[in-house]
Nanobody, 125 residues
Framework: QVQLVESGGGLVQAGGSLRLTCAAS????????VGWFRQAAGKEREFVGS????????YYADSMKGRFTISRDNAKNTVYLQMNSLKPEDTAVYYC????WGSGYDPNWENWRSWGQGTQVTVSA
C-alpha cells in the first residue's frame, strides 16, 4: 500500500495561487490513480479532481474546472494540485488519495484506499 504525504498548504489572499504536493512512497506509484479531495469545517469531504495512472486523463469537479490543474511526475512519485484564482470558499483541508484498481475517476471518497494526512488551505477575503 502506498504512503502519501501532502504539503504546500497555507494562507493566501483571494485571487492568489497555491500548489499542493502529494508525495508517495513505493516503487509502484505509477500504477495508482490519484485523487484530491477537500473537507471544509463542518462539511462533507468533497471531490476536487483526479488523475489517471498514465497521466492521460484528468477530471475535476465543476467548481474547480478552469482554476485547478492536477499533474503528476511518476519519476518523482509526486502528484501536484495547482490552484489558481482561489476563493474564500476554497478554504478546507486538502487530501490526496490513491488507489491501484478501478477507474481514475471516482468522486466518492469512500472508494479510495490510501490517504495522506491532509494540508490546510485558508483563503482570506
Amino acid at each position: 500500500q502506498v504512503q502519501l504525504v501532502e504539503s504546500g498548504g497555507g494562507l493566501v489572499q483571494a485571487g492568489g495561487s497555491l500548489r499542493l504536493t502529494c508525495a508517495a512512497s513505493g516503487r509502484t506509484f505509477s500504477s495508482y490513480a490519484v485523487g484530491w479531495f477537500r473537507q471544509a469545517a463542518g462539511k462533507e469531504r468533497e471531490f476536487v479532481g483526479s488523475i489517471t495512472r498514465s497521466e492521460s486523463s484528468t477530471y475535476y469537479a465543476d467548481s474547480m474546472k478552469g482554476r485547478f490543474t492536477i499533474s503528476r511526475d511518476n519519476a518523482k512519485n509526486t502528484v501536484y494540485l495547482q490552484m489558481n484564482s482561489l476563493k474564500p470558499e476554497d478554504t478546507a483541508v486538502y487530501y490526496c488519495a490513491a488507489r491501484q484498481w478501478g477507474s481514475g475517476y471516482d468522486p466518492n471518497w469512500e472508494n479510495w484506499r490510501s490517504w495522506g494526512q491532509g494540508t490546510q488551505v485558508t483563503v482570506s477575503a
